[in-house]
């Protein structure tokens, strides 16, 4: 469970949001819908403990990030995935590089194992055989999938995703929609910040509850046991 | 999930091909450094040199046996400066006469050989000293067989102290081609902290401290430089060894090849090779700070 108690940003000499209350649960697919500038990426930032909000506090399964044990704030960070909206420091990496690096901060894993495992989910987010492809050389739609499926590599329990489903595309959207639940339904939080929540997804998750600048939606989840889509984990 | 990543050899595992390149750089410098140490470490600077030309003569009286001359010539080399001692009876004394001044060969046929014998004292290159060479002096002129002893006093002072400055000269030099090459490795890690810096905020993003990653990069870094010092010095000191069998003249300024092979000179490699490392550390250490401060 992931609570941000009253939490306040203040930002270019002004507030740009306070006092707001977020509860993730855990096993579940999260949506923040906010206008452009509104701060969704510093939200996720603050989630993931990268960045200390001006007010509040985040705690996680009763633990504070930022008031509490660094280790524990550490080991917090370590279980958490993250999905840039765009990554300029990555241009010059191959697809292969950012699959490395992520088996790296996994703590290691064989190159076989690697290998086999970053071509399934390359061609499950559709990207089979881009593994040699440089990210400079790719859309913005192809280099979010292949950031979203190196992270997958390390199998984070919480994965926050900034803005990748509208850079993935309209043709992406079956594809996110099915993987992010079915990430849920293995037991994963999935934390999604975007300007728009597509239709079919908002239609589905019902009404979302305003905090602030934003709207956060739950996606409704498979019960478990149901057909696996996702081969995810090993 | 909260395994702790193993961020041993990071920098291998991140950028293999750099990092290949660089390290072939380094073993090739450390090849022409682990030469230049061991010809500096063997050859004393000019130590070796001058004791090769410098000797001690002790002229004997024109009645000493040649028995009793060759005694005193080993009492002689048992001295603790000395490295060796040898007696010339008259006739090659005169043969050495000749060879240097051709043409007095008559200076015999008015009386017989005018010259005595005497004993030729040469130093060890690392007793070269003014205390040393008055001992050796003192010694032989405490003998009552011995008649005179030459040791150019008037001239050694000067000559001691110009050897000194030129060892002093040689290790200058020396210093400031391993100050270069660690301004050089420093660069070199900077450019690669900075091109790593994507990776490393990464890492960091995802709960790695940057202290244990400093800290683990230094550690590869002076554990590659250990191994890249000391098989440089291995292959200098071989290419040493076999441009000494090859040129023996240079043996008088730098030492038989065997010295190569002593317990010493493998300790002082060791010690080579550990420097090598604690550079190698703190130049990954300084510009991996100096990258990520954007400071040059």
Known sequence: MIEAFRLGVFSRGATLWDGLDFAFGDAAAWVVVGPPSSGKTLLLAILRGERRPDAGDVVVSGESLFRGNAALARAWRASCGHVPEQSIADARLTVEDLFRRSALARGGMRESERVERSDRLLSMVGLQGARSLRIAEMSISERVRASLAAELLRGPKVLFCDGVVSAAGIPCREMLWGLFRALAREGNTVILAERTIPERWALAAGDGADVGPFRVYRLPVPVPGANRIYELKH | ?296
């Open chain 2, 1 to 296: 999930m909260s395994e702790r990543p193993s961020l041993w050899w990071i920098d291998w595992r991140l950028s293999r091909g750099a990092l290949v390149r660089e390290t072939i750089g380094r073993f090739l410098f450390f090849c022409l450094l682990g030469a230049a140490f061991l010809s500096l470490l063997l050859s004393g600077g000019t130590s070796r040199f001058l004791a090769d030309r410098f000797a001690v003569t002790a002229v004997l009286r024109a009645d000493v046996p040649a028995a009793e001359a060759e005694g005193l010539a080993r009492k002689a080399a048992e001295l603790p400066p000395v490295r060796s001692a040898a007696y010339r009876d008259p006739e090659t004394a005169w043969k050495e006469f000749l060879l240097a001044y051709p043409g007095l060969e008559p200076l015999r046929a008015a009386g017989g050989n005018p010259l005595p014998g005497y004993i030729e004292v040469r130093f060890r290159h690392d007793r070269l000293t003014g205390a040393d060479v008055n001992l050796v002096v003192s010694a032989m002129r405490s003998v009552s067989r011995v008649d005179q002893v030459l040791a150019g006093e008037e001239w050694l002072p000067r000559l001691l102290h110009a050897g000194r400055y030129a060892s002093w000269f040689c290790r200058g030099i020396f210093g400031a081609f391993v100050a270069g090459f660690f301004l050089f490795c420093r660069l070199q890690e900077r450019g690669r902290a900075v091109a790593l810096a994507g990776d490393f905020a990464f890492l960091a993003e995802r709960g790695v401290p940057a202290g244990r990653l400093a800290a683990s990069r230094a550690a590869g870094a002076a554990v590659s430089g250990f191994l890249s010092a000391a098989a440089g010095a291995a292959a200098g000191g071989g290419a040493l060894f076999l441009l000494l069998r090859e040129f023996p003249s240079l043996e008088r300024v730098i030492g038989p090849p065997s010295d190569l092979l002593l317990p010493r000179t493998v300790a002082a490699a060791a010690v080579f090779s550990c420097f090598a490392a604690l550079l190698s550390a703190v130049s990954s250490l300084l510009g991996g700070r100096a990258a990520l401060s954007g400071r040059k």
